[in-house]
Every structure is written in C-alpha cells, then in structure tokens.
C-alpha cells in the first residue's frame, strides 16, 4: 500500500508569484483535503476535493484554488503569494469524506521571501 | 466556536512517567476527537481517537480521557519513552473538516 506522498519538498518563491503544489493520494483513497501549518501552530484546513469537486472549505481567500484528477492526485494553487503564505502545506487523503480518519502527507515546506 | 484549545504548550516529563495533554472544545457539534502526533520534517500521523459516547479509550500505552458535559478530553501517556518526543494535536471533526488545537510540544528526557 502506497502512503501519501508530495511534492516538491520544499520551495522558495517571492511575494507576488504563483505556486502549484502536488499530492497523491494513498492506495484507495478518493478524497484529499489540504491543510497549511504555520511555524509552531496546528494544521488549518483548506479545502477538501471528492471525486474532483470541492466539498468543504476552511477560512482561506480565492487565490488559494485545488484541483482533483481522475486518479485522485490532486494539486494546490496559490496566487500573489504573500508573506504571510510561508508554511508547510499537508495533503491528507481518506476514503469517501471521511475527516476522522485522514492519512497524511510528509507536506511541502513553502518560503515566500 | 469552532475552535480547540490545547494546553500546554510545551511538556518536559522523565523516562518512564506519565505525559497528559489537555484539550477543550465549545461546539457540541463535534462528534470526533483524534489526537496526531508530528516528528520534525513529517505530516501528522493519527495516534488514537475517541468518539463522545465514550469516556475511555485505551491504545497501549496511550489513553484518552472523554468528559462530555465539561467539553474537555486530554490524552495520556504512561510510561513515557524518549522516542515519544514529539508534537502532539489534539483534533475534532465537525463542520465538515477537521479542526486542530496548537499542539505540545513533549521533550522525554532519558
């Protein structure tokens, strides 16, 4: 069985830029929910993808958009990043919309200088 | 409302005693509590959880106390060990997503 993988590892833009980032999602799983942690915090949702439709999203503003794929990898973008945008971003996959037994990602650590 | 608190923030326990980790919610709308547990450089991974129907739930060495009308829970760890250092959520599921609390940060010493 595959566990949830991302990438890139980590990555360093500037203020104003556009950045994609990748998840697939473990073995079986069809659902993949995004989460950014902030240095010393706990995770905040983003929003959640199944079967390639947003179903639920956390507090976050327009520029941040995802998409889901026929094979259930999934990508987050974000526009005019910001400063305030450096975090790890978590991908965490379930079966169905299951939040109470997510699976996730090692994250992508995001530096926006 | 939809928030979770988690105290403390920082935990320093010895080799073989006993961790405990405390969380509280307000909405009642929540009807799922995992706790994860983070190493550095790695995504959450789910340690145990607990529905509110129950007031206990026991994993090895790990417990989680439930105490529906004071909306709190916590976790605990016996017999701690150094390879149990780590950053320890508390969570809820609820809304449709899941909500974390600001983590602890546990330091075992040998």
């Known amino acids: 069985e595959t566990g949830v993988t991302q990438s890139p590892t980590h990555l360093i833009k500037t203020r104003g830029q556009q950045v994609t980032l990748r998840c697939s999602s473990q073995s079986g799983h069809n659902t993949v929910s995004w989460y950014q942690q902030a240095l010393g915090q706990g995770p905040q949702f983003i929003f959640q993808y199944y079967r390639e439709e947003e179903n639920g999203r956390g507090n976050f503003p327009p520029r941040f958009s995802g998409l889901q794929f026929p094979n259930y990898s999934s990508e987050l973008n974000v526009n005019a990043l910001e400063l305030d945008d450096s975090a790890l971003y978590l991908c965490?996959?379930?079966?169905?919309?299951?939040?109470?037994?997510?699976?996730f990602g090692p994250g992508t650590r995001l530096t926006v200088l | 409302q939809q928030q979770v608190k988690q105290s403390p923030q920082s935990l320093i326990v010895q080799k073989g005693g006993i961790s405990i980790i405390n969380c509280a919610y307000e909405n009642t709308a929540f009807d799922y509590f995992p706790w994860y547990q983070q190493f550095p450089g790695k995504g959450p991974a789910l340690l145990i959880a607990?529905?509110?129907?129950?007031s206990e739930k026991k994993e090895g060495r790990f417990t989680i106390s439930f105490n529906k009308s004071a909306k709190q829970f916590s976790l605990h760890i016996m017999d701690s060990q150094p390879g149990d250092s780590a950053t320890y959520f508390c969570?809820?599921?609820?809304?449709?997503?899941?909500?974390f609390g600001t983590g602890t940060r546990l330091l075992v010493s040998p």
């Open positions: 969570a809820a599921t609820g809304f449709q997503k899941l909500v």
């Open positions: 607990i529905r509110p129907d129950v």
């Open positions: 965490a996959s379930s079966l169905e919309t299951a939040y109470n037994e997510q699976f």
